[in-house]
């Protein structure tokens, strides 16, 4: 039995530290990959401090904005500005660990109700099934959070369907509402109960206390309900991406593509799921086991539907990590049926266990190998070090701790524009597509201005072409600028010669 207590713990610990790797080799925050959207959550989480309405809510995001206010309430006031970086990390270190104890929360679940340690690891893969997990993870966004809401909705799930009681019910609808205020996307998910439990009173009971529950988790954001309502409508109305394109709520011609498309694309994926059809059809009828698995593949298919309609692999991260517990189900659901001898579906399963994560870990280290090469890559040119005394405009993706603030502190309405020009260097300035103009934190700055200012002026951006639409507002300014690379990241710099790239 502790032997079996630790194999519980080592698939969470091992996530932990996955995630952790990754970060290390991934940040800072500012760089172009990541800024978009962590300093929003920063933003939106000082707000909270502040008691002023958060900076998110289209998706609403409202558990990650009141993380990360809780991870900013331990700094000073004075010093949350300068401290953001420190601020994101402790907001990542709080949704990694509330991940790993849900993974472990699972696994323990599963193990104690279905008396057996392969389905509780099979389910404890759920964040290995797809890098985007791992890759999300790191990041200050609802992502990370919508792991640790599977696992708690399977693991009270688990539990309601062999003993039912208050407390499992509870944990069910917190799971469904927590989910949902992070990322509507997870919705669906709200399914998978009403197709497990039993009994009208109690499915009745879990919609009320779903609806509490999340209305709960949007108080912060009642300022901002009408333009979150119209948001929300003109997404459900539009055909295309974000409510965009005919009012016809899906692009039916292309739609069954976007959908096979997402479904397809896994293979680790679409293997559980196939299997958790088998395990259904070969399985006993109207056991416990089969009912949930029942409902989670019910759930990964509602939602990726859903989801379809603007295909994005990571919108789907919920249905995808889902794989992890069908897994475990359809082994236990095969097993339990008796066409299985337990002997050989115990050898067929640790093999398949130890493939996955073999499989998954060579995954992992190319992963982290680009991650590496990324940050490496975006900081080996700073405009700030290495060329102090030029304007340095930064398009609305470019790394500098800046343009982070910049972009994200202009789309939320610019509340903390005045004590960032205090802090960030006045030599730069910034390119945002909603804006139009050059500009920095008093407001436009015409290109010729900067022209006469400064004797060079460097231009970034990750966009394609973007830096050659820059400099056009300069005239002949950039007729024989140097063309420089930051990896992704193009750089044109008139009036001086391309930095020297720093390892």
Same mark, same amino acid.
């Given at each position: ?145 919508? @792991? ?71 108080? !912060? ?45 896994? !293979? ?48 789907? @991260? ?186």
């Amino acid at each position: 039995m502790r032997r079996e207590r630790g194999a519980l713990l080592l698939l969470p610990l091992v996530f932990l530290a996955a995630e952790l790797l990754l970060r290390y080799h991934g940040l800072p925050y500012w760089l172009w990959f990541n800024l978009d959207p962590s300093y929003l959550y920063l933003i939106g989480g000082l707000n909270i401090l502040q008691h002023a309405p958060p900076a998110q809510f289209q998706h609403p995001g409202v558990p990650t904005q009141l993380v990360v206010a809780a991870a900013a309430w331990f700094t000073p006031a004075a010093d949350r500005l300068k401290d953001a970086e420190t601020i994101l990390a402790r907001a990542s270190d709080a949704m990694l660990v509330f991940d790993a104890a849900m993974l472990w929360l699972m696994g323990r679940c599963i193990r104690r109700r279905a008396d057996t340690l392969l389905p509780a690891l099979f389910a404890q893969l759920a964040p290995f099934v797809t890098m985007l997990t791992l890759k999300h993870g790191i990041e200050v966004e609802p992502e990370p959070l919508l @792991l640790g809401a599977v696992a708690l909705l399977v693991a009270t799930m688990v539990e309601d369907a062999v003993m039912p009681r208050t407390a499992s019910l509870l944990g069910m609808a917190f799971a469904v509402a927590f989910g949902a205020a992070c990322k509507i996307t997870f919705a669906p998910l709200g399914l998978a109960p009403l197709i497990a439990m039993r009994g009208g009173g109690r499915r009745v009971a879990y919609i009320v206390l779903v609806a509490i529950l999340f209305a709960l988790w949007m108080v !912060p954001e009642i300022p901002n309900l009408a333009p979150m309502a119209a948001w929300f409508a003109a997404l459900a109305k539009g055909s295309g991406a974000y409510g965009h394109g005919p009012q016809t709520v899906v692009a039916w011609a292309a739609y069954p593509h976007h959908f096979a498309k997402l479904f397809f694309a896994r !293979p680790l994926f679409l293997a559980a799921f196939a299997l958790g059809v088998v395990a259904l059809i070969l399985g006993r009828r109207d056991t416990p086991g089969a009912r949930l698995l029942l409902a989670l593949l019910t759930a990964q298919l509602v939602q990726i539907a859903l989801v379809a309609k603007h295909p994005s692999g990571h919108y789907i @991260l919920p249905a995808l990590e889902l794989a992890g517990p069908v897994l475990g189900l359809a082994w236990f659901v095969a097993t339990e049926s008796g066409r299985v001898s337990p002997r050989l579906a115990g050898r067929i399963g640790a093999v398949a266990l130890a493939v996955i994560v073999i499989a998954q870990a060579i995954a992992f280290a190319g992963q982290d190998a680009e991650m590496r090469r990324r940050a490496a890559a975006a900081q080996s040119i700073d405009l700030a070090r290495d060329l102090p005394h030029c304007a340095h405009v930064y398009d609305f993706m470019a790394s500098a701790p800046s343009a982070a603030w910049f972009y994200n502190d202009s789309y939320s309405g610019q509340r903390y524009a005045a004590q960032l020009k205090a802090l960030m260097p006045p030599n730069d300035y910034f390119a945002e597509p909603w804006r139009g103009p050059i500009a920095n934190w008093d407001g436009v700055v015409p290109a010729a201005t900067l022209a006469q200012r400064y004797p060079c002026i460097a231009l970034r951006s990750a966009e394609p072409n973007a830096v050659d639409d820059l400099a056009k507002q300069f005239g002949t300014r950039f007729a024989n600028a140097a063309r420089c690379r930051a990896g992704n990241e193009e750089i044109l710099v008139a009036g001086a010669d391309c930095p020297a790239v720093k390892p």
